[in-house]
């Protein structure tokens, strides 16, 4: 019965070609079942006026990217189509980077691409890459109508499935879709938005069918796709998922292969292997997570010998990993190594990678800033290799981002843009390729160097050009467009204007779910109430910002730094007359800037590149609110000492200050009045006057120049309530700790496993555990300390602090008033309770610290502190969040495992000591230490098994010996000379094989001497030498009467010395050869014994 209704489906779809829009079914129903018999495919199949085409996905098969529909436009191209691929891509607007890709699938089924995609641009590519395939697919419809089946599409790539879901969503009488499903099969987890959103555009229009059971269950074994990780094939599809950017899938099945290579003994081949880390790495980095980028880099650092780039890609991912953490100068030294590797190489390409990554580095990659604090110096050497090399995208950043940063250059792009002369190169370059999303940031780029330098005119007509040049208004860079027209329009005095175009932001932002831009909405909202005296609502706005920032775990707003954050909230509660709360924010508003103070003492050009780098309005805001607390307290002189300070800050950061630069003056003239500064007081009344002459009058006269070229806005445009708002960021906080969650459970198995092990010191185990620990987490230093007896052991410490026993002793301490452990940041409300930890570490270096005891009945057994550093904290694409109660919690139960483990380990040693010294009691001799028979045997089982593995060759040879005049040292003067004779006759054979084989008694005074040659010379060479030791030993006279107490002495003719029979053999390889070998030996020793003792034969 099913049967026939799957045939029904497909007839009706392909019935509908040309007169149907939107012609697609999905198809469900229970249990496996197979296409491949229908009557309805065998007859399509062989139409020619429709492009019939049927796949069925596998279930031990790696699911390709975009699968079936790549090989189907191929298919159809070269049946189809006359031109050549490039004028089919130009045509169907493929963007220009993405073209090799293409290119190479088609040719050879492999995917390479020219220049490497960006950390920024990696959402932007992927829809440019499935709106290529979209219009791809539309066209061909064009000459020839198309009916896809696909069938077990619960199998199909995440990749495939966001194309399916677009290609439904386009009206096309001309392509028809049949999706057939298996319900009782999952989706994977990561495709979940994808298959929902199908099935809901399907349900809409009543298109989803259910036929029933099909009465066969899948095999047990068919979900196996470890044959195909280890096959060319296979790599081949990892690598064009990673390619044609579908890095969800590709992550998932890389990181199955790496799970069951590190805890289930998957074989794999070493350069496959490393093959598959670089791919991982890749992904990893592009979908940024980095912690697994440098976990993965360490893997690869083990195989970097498998390709003789090795070395210059570990060197090179290690960099871009650290670039992206905002680690600059960690990642300089990898880039350094990199090039050193390439020009090691004599690789030009390798070396030019390593040189633009500098110049990357210098930029923070591109990644979450706005522009440059000061142009960069880029070579011309360099320029010229990137013409060369066809690197246009970077090109264009380098354009865009390295020059034309100073304002007053910016200034002049008002009356033409002709002025900018790098930055139309760039936007030049971007346009040839394509890149609207650069065109996009490079006119954002100039907007924020207007706006923050005070040139809100040039700022306000970028926006407006930007906004005439984006194709989807209601996106998110448009609802950011409206948020800086508002912020522009604000800083122009048109305050009133300004919150229309603010709520205009919010609800675009709103309902594309984005919380922590609506949190910077906010803000700018924040400061236009400034501006209208409104400052209880400022305090609305400016709590709905750090609720943003508590509930997501951000570092900070990307329009402002928590110290200008708590500036704000300082300078609006002392206008509200609230005294308390301002001194509160003054005080957590200084945590930060303490850190500023400290860094720029030590300023590097690494850390200079930011468009926050420089302090001078968070320091405005702070010494600000400062004069107006004095004020407030009737403290004239003070506040006039800090208005001064203030005054020096707002000069260098005026453009910033737009929104409290009247309010400044103003209560600066109040302050000078009640000082009884009269002349000081109209000299500042000029000042103001002045001001608002030249700025307010003008700005107005430009918005009213610019106010038919602004965007429409409805004049009705309320806004949001907070309750709406509210509901997102707690429906998105939830998202992520579920997701957060998800993580840490995923994570407790890697460490689990990572931490059971044996046969290491706990040192090595630490070394070990911290590393994956601290670069999962990205927290950036830690130290972990053990109690023995009450003594403590430092058995991992990267903080750079020494841990003196009066530093342990304050840890110790403090670790007892905390028993259950403690988490601080620059935000909490406790982190001045922990200053006698944070101080031994710097308090302006910590940003957010845990720190965790254990105890073993009320003793102190271990000690973890682990913090993220404030250098580490901005600009970073991640968002290396403030610590938390979640951490600490998280956290212990990790540690609680190492110790644990660290427990075991000292079982473990304890119990290997023991059978260490059982094994060696049973294949040692007690006396002389050398092997027993059992140990000798044993020994020989080893060698044969090693030979057998061609790990060793079967040359071998062995030199049985018997004492000479032993017995006589043994009746006349006792066995305690006996065996004293016993043991130094054991320690010269022992001398003289060395490393070259192993002695053994045989029994009495006969020994084996096995070395791992056949040559004679070596066994002669040794023979003499056991002779030469023997001869100067002189009967070992002067030890036995130092062990006697008395004078001994003893002829020569009784003195000690021993006979040798040595045989050997190039192809020992069994047991019986072994034996044949040994009795050769023992009748050449006989013979001697019979004839003349005391010299050797072989």
């Not at 990696?122 to 440019?128: A, D, F, L, P, T």
């Not at 205009?504 to 922590?516: F, G, M, Q, V, Y």
């Not at 030590?602 to 780098?613: G, I, K, Q």
């Not at 009705?716 to 997102?728: A, F, G, K, M, N």
Request: charged residues 30%.
């Amino acid at each position: 019965m099913i049967e026939k209704y799957y045939n029904g489906v497909i007839e009706q779809v392909a019935g509908g070609i040309g007169n149907v829009e939107h012609n697609s079914i999905l198809v469900r129903y229970s249990n496996d079942f197979s296409i491949w018999d229908l009557e309805s495919v065998n007859h399509y199949k062989d139409q020619t006026d429709i492009f019939f085409t049927c796949h069925e996905f596998s279930y031990n098969k790696i699911a390709e990217a975009y699968e079936p529909y790549l090989g189907l436009i191929r298919q159809m191209f070269h049946k189809y189509c006359s031109g050549t691929l490039e004028e089919f891509m130009e045509e169907c607007d493929v963007y220009k980077l993405q073209r090799p890709v293409f290119e190479s699938y088609f040719e050879k089924g492999f995917c390479e691409r020219t220049e490497q995609i960006l950390i920024d641009e990696v959402e932007y590519e992927q829809e440019r890459m499935r709106n290529s395939i979209v219009t791809m697919l539309q066209k061909l419809s064009e000459i020839r109508p198309v009916v896809i089946v696909l069938n077990r599409f619960q199998l199909a790539s995440k990749s495939t499935m966001q194309l399916s879901n677009s290609l439904l969503q386009v009206k096309n009488k001309n392509i028809g879709i049949v999706l057939g499903v298996n319900d009782v099969q999952s989706i994977p987890e990561f495709a979940h938005e994808e298959w929902d959103a199908i099935c809901e555009s399907m349900d809409d229009r009543n298109m989803v069918y259910h036929i029933g059971n099909a009465g066969r269950n899948m095999e047990p074994d068919v979900m196996d796709y470890y044959s195909d990780y280890e096959s060319d094939d296979g790599y081949r599809k990892l690598n064009n998922l990673v390619y044609f950017l579908d890095f969800d899938q590709a992550d998932h099945h890389l990181s199955k292969i790496e799970r069951r290579i590190k805890f289930d003994n998957f074989t794999i081949s070493e350069k496959k292997h490393y093959q598959l880390l670089l791919l991982q790495i890749m992904v990893s980095v592009l979908q940024r997570d980095i912690a697994k980028a440098l976990e993965s880099c360490e893997d690869l650092e083990k195989l970097q010998d498998q390709e003789k780039e090795g070395a210059f890609y570990y060197n090179f991912w290690m960099a871009t990993s650290y670039m992206y953490l905002g680690k600059l100068e960690e990642a300089m030294i990898y880039v350094q190594k990199a090039k050193e590797c390439g020009e090691a190489l004599g690789d030009d390409f390798l070396v030019f990678r390593a040189e633009l990554l500098k110049a990357q580095n210098q930029m923070s990659g591109w990644c979450n800033i706005f522009f440059c604090a000061q142009d960069i110096e880029i070579s011309d050497k360099l320029i010229e290799k990137l013409n060369a090399y066809h690197y246009k995208n970077h090109l264009a950043h380098i354009y865009i981002y390295a020059y034309d940063n100073k304002p007053e250059i910016v200034a002049k792009a008002y009356r033409s843009e002709a002025f900018l002369i790098y930055f139309s190169k760039g936007v030049a370059l971007a346009k040839e390729i394509g890149n609207e999303q650069l065109i996009s940031i490079a006119y954002r780029k100039n907007i924020m160097i207007a706006s923050t330098n005070g040139e809100y005119e040039v700022s306000l007509l970028y926006s407006i050009r930007t906004y005439e040049a984006m194709k989807d208004v209601d996106s998110v860079e448009g609802g950011r467009i409206y948020s800086g027209i508002a912020y522009n329009l604000c800083a122009m005095g048109e305050n009133e204007r300004a919150q229309s175009y603010y709520n205009k932001a919010i609800k675009i932002l709103c309902k594309l779910r984005k919380p922590e831009d609506i949190a910077e909405v906010h803000y700018n909202m924040s400061l236009n109430c400034v501006m209208l005296g409104q400052y209880d609502k400022a305090q609305e706005y400016l709590t709905q910002c750090m609720k943003a920032i508590e509930k997501l775990h951000l570092n900070s707003l990307r329009v402002c730094n928590l110290s200008k954050l708590y500036g704000l909230f300082a300078l609006v509660s002392i206008l509200q007359g609230n005294r308390f709360n301002c001194e509160r924010y003054l005080y957590s508003c200084r945590q930060f800037l303490n850190y500023i103070f400290e860094k720029e003492k030590t300023e590097n050009n690494l850390a200079t590149v930011h468009d926050y780098a420089k302090a001078d309005d968070d320091m405005f805001l702070y010494t600000f609110s400062k004069a107006l607390l004095a004020q407030h307290d009737g403290d004239n002189e003070e506040a006039l000492k800090l208005y001064e300070q203030a005054d020096i800050y707002l000069k260098r950061a005026e453009g910033n200050q737009f929104f409290c630069y009247v309010l400044f003056r103003r209560n600066r003239m109040e302050c000078f009045r009640n000082a009884g500064k009269e002349i000081l007081y109209e000299q500042e009344e000029f000042i103001l006057k002045q001001y608002e002459e030249t700025h307010r009058i003008m700005f107005h006269e430009y918005a009213e120049d610019m106010k038919d070229l602004l965007p429409p806005v409805d004049d009705d445009c309320e806004e949001l309530s907070t309750r709406e708002i509210e509901d997102l960021l707690k429906q998105e906080s939830v998202e992520r700790a579920y997701k957060s969650k998800k993580e840490q459970l995923d994570f407790i198995s890697i460490w689990q496993k990572l931490i059971d092990v044996n046969g290491i010191t706990a040192k090595e185990m630490l070394n070990m555990v911290m590393k994956t620990f601290l670069n999962h987490f990205d927290v950036d230093r830690a130290v972990y300390i053990r109690y023995s007896e009450r003594v403590p052991q430092v058995l991992y410490n990267d903080t750079e602090k020494e841990m003196t026993p009066e530093i342990m002793k304050i840890m110790e301490k403090s670790m007892r008033k905390n028993a259950g452990g403690f988490v601080i940041s620059k935000i909490s409300s406790n982190y001045s309770e922990h200053q006698d930890i944070t101080s031994i570490f710097g308090d302006e270096d910590v940003c957010s610290m845990v720190a965790i005891p254990f105890f073993n009945n009320a003793k102190i057994e271990n000690i973890v502190i682990t913090y993220v550093l404030m250098k580490d904290n901005w600009h970073s694409s991640v968002n290396r969040y403030m610590l938390d109660e979640d951490d600490l919690n998280f956290y212990q139960l990790l540690f609680r495992e190492v110790r644990y483990a660290l427990n075991r380990l000292d079982a473990y040693d304890k119990i290997y000591e023991m059978n260490t010294k059982l094994y060696m009691s049973a294949v040692t001799d007690q006396l002389t230490g050398c092997y027993n028979r059992e140990g000798f045997y044993r020994k020989l089982d080893a060698l044969l098994k090693e030979i057998a593995g061609e790990k060793r060759k079967p040359k071998l040879g062995v030199m049985f010996i018997d004492l000479d005049n032993f017995k006589h040292y043994n009746d006349t003067y006792g066995h305690d000379v006996g065996d004293f004779v016993l043991i130094k006759m054991a320690d010269i054979f022992t001398e003289v094989c060395g490393k070259d084989g192993f002695v053994c008694r045989y029994g009495g005074d006969e020994f084996l001497i096995f070395l791992y040659t056949d040559d004679r010379d070596i066994f002669k060479e040794k023979a003499e030498r056991i002779y030469q030791i023997i001869d100067e030993a002189d009967g070992f006279s002067a030890e036995i009467s130092e062990k006697l107490g008395q004078s001994f002495s003893i002829d020569k003719q009784h003195q000690i010395s021993c006979s040798i029979g040595i045989a050997a053999g190039d192809h020992i390889c069994t047991e019986n050869d072994m034996t044949e070998m040994i009795k050769r030996a023992d009748d050449l020793l006989y013979s001697i014994k019979t004839t003349t003792k005391g010299t050797y034969r072989i």
